[in-house]
């Protein structure tokens, strides 16, 4: 059973005098749109009759076939905290349909759906758990996003020097009153750089939680006077802001990753999905990464990854295995930025690591050495290749790669190369200032 009815849905609206109610879904890029009902419409959304012009957004489909329907997830409904002055504001997160009632195959929300549906074929369901960096950054006189910062503290730091302690602590009270389950949050590396960890859940709800995290903490970072980015590298010479992804698959309520009899405590079906995400990560890429931006992180010397590894110690492997074990048992993707699409990011993941499992792929050995102390003759030696230089590269991988196109479905595949191509181009001949005029406030 779901957590909410119709009849939930409506009772809670009335008693808590909610006044307007944003339907939500996001474009294959990841941007969040919303179409805003009153209360007097939600029956007719609860009903599924809420239409909007597809051929609007980005990625969508052309003018000629352009009415969509909204269908609310029902379990996805939540009040605002941060919204109270004139009225209660909720959401729901709705997947996009066609006129005919089947699912429109550019929804990010039904491409996730898709690969959950094979693997819960394999006896499995996947468990994600993400740990989402982001800068607070000062505006301008004019309300617009800089990257200046009167923050001085560094990693694990207090304030006084930590002027982000009472937005990160709003941001976090504010969370758990929607239901999150908040694990830690922190001041991370750089100056004006933070984290806020919650629990892992299942892979849509973690998708979705992805998608309210980003827009709950520029809310309320905007509702304090400044600006929050998930912009990977806005600053140079500094550490960028990642999403690392924790993964697992249950079966039967048992974490199969785990095996107390295997090398480290992983079992085989662990070790094939390593294999599987090291066979097509270069692909990925283009959707872990998604900007032109994110490759200025993916550099050494800031402990985001550079080489395809795998270790169950250091933190200079792309992938790596926490030391948690039982139910814990855990991978780790190190590459992953919170700039991109979370569902799509989630469905190419799967897919890779499925791919692993269903062919029994072997993973290369682990590598137990600081990975940036290996020179290139070294690396060579280890057969251990390098993610892509840039978005142009990760482009071109993505595009070699069948399992993804199989994964996205043709219109998702060919519209996000198509625009990634167009962006890369762009870039190529811009400034620094451009990019970030361009990033800064949009991610």
Not at 16 to 36: C, E, H, S, W, Y
């Amino acid at each position: 059973m779901g957590k909410y009815t119709k009849e939930d849905i409506i009772r809670i609206i009335e008693e808590k005098d909610v006044r307007f109610i944003r339907l939500q879904f996001t474009d294959i890029f990841g941007t969040l749109k919303n179409v805003a009902i009153t209360s007097s419409q939600i029956r007719k959304a609860l009903d599924n009759k809420c239409m909007f012009d597809g051929s609007s957004i980005e990625g969508f489909v052309r003018i000629e076939e352009s009415d969509m329907y909204l269908r609310p997830d029902l379990d996805t409904f939540v009040l605002y905290p941060w919204h109270r002055s004139h009225g209660h504001i909720a959401r729901l997160i709705c997947d996009v349909y066609k006129p005919d009632g089947t699912p429109f195959e550019g929804d990010p929300r039904y491409v996730l759906r898709k690969t959950l549906q094979e693997a819960a074929d394999m006896g499995f369901t996947f468990n994600v758990g993400p740990e989402c960096e982001f800068f607070l950054f000062n505006n301008d006189e004019f309300g617009h996003p800089t990257t200046n910062t009167y923050d001085t503290a560094g990693y694990f730091d207090l304030g006084p020097v930590d002027v982000g302690e009472k937005i990160r602590r709003d941001i976090c009270l504010n969370l758990e009153e929607m239901g999150f389950e908040i694990e830690a949050s922190h001041h991370e590396c750089a100056t004006a750089q933070h984290e806020i960890d919650f629990k892992y859940s299942k892979a849509l709800e973690s998708a979705d939680n992805i998608m309210t995290f980003k827009m709950a903490v520029k809310s309320i970072a905007h509702a304090h006077g400044m600006c929050a980015t998930f912009m990977p590298k806005p600053v140079y010479g500094v550490a960028g802001s990642g999403m690392h992804i924790n993964m697992s698959l249950f079966q039967n309520g048992k974490n199969v990753f785990a095996d107390p009899n295997g090398e480290n405590g992983l079992s085989d079906i662990a070790r094939h999905f390593i294999a599987g995400l090291i066979r097509h990560v270069k692909g990925c890429c283009a959707l872990t990464n998604p900007l032109v931006n994110s490759y200025k992180r993916l550099v050494p010397g800031y402990e985001a990854p550079c080489y395809i590894a795998w270790t169950s110690a250091n933190r200079s492997a792309l992938i790596r295995v926490p030391t948690a074990r039982g139910e814990g048992t855990r991978v780790e993707l190190r590459n992953p930025d919170p700039s991109g699409n979370p569902y799509l990011q989630l469905a190419v993941l799967l897919a890779a690591g499925l791919d692993g499992v269903k062919n029994q792929l072997k993973p290369p050995a682990a590598v137990s050495t600081n990975i940036y102390d290996l020179n290139p003759v070294q690396l060579a030696e280890a057969g251990i290749e390098s993610l892509p230089a840039d978005l142009k590269e990760a482009v071109v991988e993505m595009q070699k790669d069948p399992l993804l196109r199989e994964a996205l479905g043709d219109h998702v595949f060919q519209k996000y190369i198509e625009a990634k191509e167009k962006e890369w181009q762009r870039f190529a001949t811009t400034v620094t200032q451009w990019e970030l005029q361009e990033y800064l406030g949009k991610f």
